[in-house]
């Protein structure tokens, strides 16, 4: 097995998966893919709940419905990925905002609307062949784009805000976005000329 | 047989002194620091007398919260005669925040509609408006009690002829909407948007706010347009999530640079309900505290999981009281500062603080001084909470690195 993907309500891959029962079939039918379904469900979520639940060694993915853990269910999933480097993929419709991190581990929050589209079956085909390169493929594919552009707009707004919230999470997450993209120079107000480049040359290649 | 004899006589002495009805509740704190000290001196390992003097422990605990016979305004439960005066009851309030995780009517005031729930926004506030369990929460917590009833319930709050409320959120006064209030605004757009729509049906989250209920300004760094927005706002005040915690405690680590802030990076993630924004006032006073010491830099921040509790620390290591800590009276010990943590976290969490405290005749004593523990009472002057109750000491046998503030949340 490679990836876990716990989902307590499976009503919603029907509803959300732009092929419906296809989707959810293909899904099922991958070998490296294990998704408990109905009361080996529950059982699986309880004993994470209760930090008794014994994840194997060839476990390299997690996918989990966020509201179903308890606030010990997923600080024992977060300790268990960070312990072992497995990625983690949050999904809830309680989740307004994508949050990405790479930090400790590889750790994804996303919405469910966001989650089941028609990004998640090659992104799990990717994943098992070994071909994905980062868990923000089930959020955009243009992701290195988005974040450049995003980069782009932050360094414009750190300059103009008075406001030290949000002064304070905007350079935070240009932090996060260097981290994140890691180019051999650091994206701030002096590199924009770099950072210029790098956008244009994925452009051109689009 | 002697010593087990004698050991004997020695328990039923204290108990009869600790059950003594003549003793103030700071002469049973003194009596019951003194047995526990005698008791260490005597044998650490002795188990059973240890978990004797617990059950003693437990029993005046018991005595003490016995509400006081109705008819005296002390009761503060519902058709209590003193309406400002609040129970810690941090469980109450971690119990019913989870209900917006859990497959009840709340849940959907703050996740997104992914499947189709309800076929109107009438059978929708139905469905809420069925649920009372808030109201218990007016007499335990009334900041949380006001910001539920504000942002899913009708407020008493005065409109003026536009129609914009006086009073905004309890924290966060710039907004002033919530599912049902005022005039029912969200709801009759629900009604013409989403309700027995097949076709271009829209959600309530995606309600546009009218100009003047939009706040001026960003509110915690983000500008407010959308219902969805006001949304998430509220579930940042009851749920640190993701890297909330972790994020405020990186703030003020950033306006604070000459203090080392130890161990912040283990908070990633950590995720759980409690109003937020009173232990983040709790956070800044006990930075303020902290910040007297200028010698000592070092701030260690831990937590422990625990099967149901959540335990925080925040210690500054190497720093002990210089305060001395009156046995007879413990509640000289506390100064403004612990007084407004105290206020601050009232049923949230239970607080403590964790040192070697040197008590009036100059000796050393590695204690717990617990002073907000379940069931005491404080008032509500309509802003803040003052506790009103006695501070208990106990022995603290781990190590002892400096000054700790312990926060002991329910999960």
């Not at chain 2, 004899?5 to 509740?25: A, G, P, W």
């Amino acid at each position: 097995m490679k990836i876990l993907f716990v989902e307590d309500r499976p009503s919603r891959q029907l509803l959300f998966l732009p092929n419906k029962e296809k989707d959810v079939e293909h899904i099922r039918s991958l070998k490296s893919v294990y998704m408990p379904e109905s009361n080996e469900c529950k059982e699986i979520i309880a004993q994470i709940n209760q930090n008794n639940y014994n994840f194997e060694n060839s476990l390299k993915l997690i996918i989990v419905h966020k509201s179903a853990l308890e606030t010990r269910g997923l600080e024992y999933i977060n300790n268990f990925c960070k312990n072992e480097k497995v990625k983690l993929v949050c999904f809830s419709g309680g989740i307004s905002q994508l949050t990405y991190n790479n930090e400790d581990y590889e750790f994804l929050n996303i919405n469910s609307s966001d989650f089941y589209t028609e990004r998640l079956v090659p992104f799990l085909n990717g994943f098992i062949a070994e071909k994905s390169e980062t868990l923000l493929e089930l959020a955009n594919k243009e992701w290195k784009l988005s974040y450049m552009l995003l980069a782009r707009q932050i360094i414009g707004s750190i300059a103009l805000e008075n406001d030290e919230d949000v002064k304070f999470n905007l350079e935070d997450k240009l932090d996060k976005i260097n981290n994140i993209l890691s180019f051999d120079f650091t994206i701030n107000s002096e590199n924009t000329e770099k950072l210029n480049t790098e956008i244009k040359r994925i452009i051109l290649s689009l | 047989m002697i010593l087990m004899k004698e050991r004997k006589n020695k328990y039923d002495f204290i108990q009869e002194i600790l059950e003594s009805k003549k003793l103030t509740v700071a002469q049973r704190e003194r009596v019951l620091l003194l047995a526990a000290e005698e008791i260490k001196h005597e044998n650490s390992n002795d188990i059973d007398l240890l978990k004797r003097l617990k059950e003693i422990e437990e029993k005046i605990s018991q005595l003490e919260s016995v509400p006081p016979k109705s008819g005296d305004g002390e009761t503060g439960g519902s058709g209590s005669k003193n309406k400002n005066q609040l129970t810690h009851n941090p469980k109450l309030v971690s119990q019913y925040l989870k209900k917006f995780k859990e497959n009840t009517p709340l849940k959907w005031t703050t996740h997104t509609w992914d499947e189709k729930k309800y076929e109107t926004i009438d059978l929708f506030i139905e469905d809420l408006n069925e649920d009372k369990e808030y109201n218990k929460l007016f007499n335990v917590h009334r900041d949380m009690y006001n910001l539920i009833n504000y942002f899913i319930y009708q407020p008493k709050d005065e409109l003026n002829e536009k129609g914009i409320p006086k009073y905004g959120w309890p924290n966060l006064q710039d907004l002033k909407i919530g599912w049902q209030f005022p005039n029912h605004l969200l709801i009759n757009w629900c009604k013409e948007n989403f309700d027995n729509k097949e076709d271009n049906r829209k959600y309530p989250f995606q309600f546009n706010l009218p100009k003047e209920l939009q706040p001026q300004k960003p509110i915690k760094g983000k500008m407010i347009t959308t219902f969805e927005n006001v949304v998430d706002i509220f579930k940042t005040e009851i749920q640190f999530r993701e890297d909330y915690f972790y994020k405020e405690l990186k703030k003020r680590n950033s306006r604070l640079a000459d203090y080392k802030f130890e161990g912040i990076e283990n908070f990633k993630n950590l995720d759980f309900y409690t109003y937020t924004n009173g232990f983040l006032s709790a956070l800044d006073t006990v930075l303020n505290e902290i910040k007297k010491n200028e010698t000592e830099k070092n701030i260690l921040f831990s937590y422990e999981m625990q099967e149901n509790d959540l335990i925080i620390d925040i210690t500054q290591l190497n720093s002990f009281p210089t305060r001395k800590l009156n046995t007879n009276n413990l509640a000289h010990f506390l100064g403004g500062g612990m007084n407004a943590i105290s206020g601050s976290i009232f049923s949230l969490c239970d607080f403590s603080i964790i040192s070697k405290f040197t008590n009036e005749k100059n000796n050393e004593i590695s204690g717990e001084l617990l002073i907000v523990y379940d069931g005491i009472k404080g008032n509500w002057s309509g802003k803040d909470v003052s506790i009103n109750a006695v501070p208990r000491l106990q022995v603290y046998n781990k190590e002892i690195t400096g000054f700790t503030y312990r926060f002991k949340f329910y999960l």
